[in-house]
């Protein structure tokens, strides 16, 4: 009987240290650090190419999986205020107002610079126009008939280019004549491929690196050089450019992190800005925050190659 009541009770004790070694290995399985996890990214639309082929890479060098969320701008910035978003990829750094807000909650964001992308504009192929005049642009905003430009299309109303042009040229575009918003750059980039003397504003990432299946669409539209007010030289947004300050629509990225503790946002953030990831940046055509290392190994003999 006594035999029978141990066994019992040894089985049941291994079947409760198996139960707990199982909590513990899901915990861990589960548990978050900068390196392993899973996290959810709110990515400004309009750069979502680059940081998919961060994320590739990122996931396939450590156990982490990030979900990416492409929005809007100001829906990413009402996301983070809302403590919808914790992790966010943006074209510009928080403004006074929204850090103010954020140390009202106690949070401090740790904010990364990583790379510069640019504006650009687009325009139909057929219409062989590879020029722009900034200030061509900025008086059809006011109203003024430009014979160059038909109409402009932006992405939408809330995204982030649509608030850097308004801040560059200093006109709130909202309703006006031969002014159009859409959804995202893809449908912005199809749709002034489709239609003669649009001009198109987009982030420039997505004419470098456009997914496979917009290849095609993008060989129908030009890129425009752009002019400067008071400056008689047109530059495209290229990576020299953008290095030597001659495009004159440059814009920093940055990726915004306000978990407050030691997560996946901290491991992203400094693989982003990190030698890795800044080479990636570097092959994309944009412009890294900080020129990747190169190695050069130094030999005292040169050894002939022996036909």
């Known amino acids: 009987?006594?035999?029978?009541?141990?066994?019992?009770?040894?089985?049941?004790?291994?079947?409760?240290?198996?139960?707990?070694?199982?909590?513990?290995?899901?915990?861990?399985?589960?548990?978050?650090?900068?390196?392993k996890g899973k996290a959810t990214v709110y990515v400004d639309e309009s750069i979502v190419p680059i940081i998919e082929d961060e994320e590739a890479v990122f996931e396939t060098e450590y156990k982490a999986k990030l979900h990416l969320v492409p929005k809007s701008e100001k829906e990413i910035v009402n996301a983070l205020l809302n403590d919808t978003a914790?992790?966010?990829?943006?074209?510009?750094?928080?403004?006074?107002?929204?850090?103010?807000?954020?140390?009202?909650?106690?949070?401090?964001?740790?904010?990364?610079?990583?790379?510069?992308?640019?504006?650009?504009?687009?325009?139909?192929?057929t219409t062989n126009d590879s020029l722009i005049a900034l200030q061509d642009v900025i008086d059809f905003l006011k109203g003024k008939s430009v014979p160059t430009i038909k109409g402009l299309?932006?992405?939408?109303?809330?995204?982030?280019?649509?608030?850097?042009?308004?801040?560059?040229?200093?006109?709130t575009i909202a309703n006006q004549q031969n002014i159009f918003s859409l959804k995202t750059n893809e449908e912005v980039i199809k749709y002034v491929a489709e239609n003669t003397g649009m001009v198109g504003v987009i982030g420039m990432n997505w004419i470098f690196q456009p997914p496979l299946d917009l290849e095609d669409v993008?060989?129908?539209?030009?890129?425009?050089?752009?002019?400067?007010?008071?400056?008689?030289?047109y530059f495209f947004p290229t990576q020299d450019n953008l290095a030597i300050g001659k495009y004159p629509?440059?814009?920093?990225?940055?990726?915004?992190?306000?978990?407050?503790?030691s997560g996946l946002g901290m491991g992203f953030g400094s693989f982003l800005s990190g030698e890795r990831g800044q080479r990636i940046i570097l092959k994309s055509g944009l412009l890294?925050?900080?020129?990747?290392?190169?190695?050069?190994?130094?030999?005292?003999?040169?050894t002939k190659n022996k036909n």
């Open 1 to 35: 009987m006594m035999n029978k009541l141990v066994k019992t009770l040894i089985g049941f004790f291994l079947l409760f240290l198996l139960f707990v070694l199982s909590c513990q290995k899901k915990t861990e399985d589960n548990e978050e650090t900068i390196l």
């Open 86 to 125: 914790k992790i966010a990829i943006l074209t510009r750094t928080l403004s006074k107002k929204e850090l103010n807000a954020f140390s009202a909650k106690k949070i401090t964001p740790r904010i990364t610079p990583f790379a510069t992308d640019a504006v650009a504009f687009i325009k139909n192929k």
């Open 153 to 171: 299309v932006f992405d939408n109303a809330n995204s982030s280019t649509v608030r850097y042009i308004s801040e560059v040229s200093g006109v």
């Open 218 to 233: 993008v060989k129908k539209v030009n890129v425009l050089a752009v002019k400067d007010r008071n400056k008689s030289e």
């Open 249 to 261: 629509l440059a814009r920093h990225l940055y990726i915004v992190n306000c978990q407050g503790y």
């Open 288 to 302: 890294p925050e900080r020129t990747p290392g190169r190695k050069i190994m130094i030999r005292n003999t040169i």
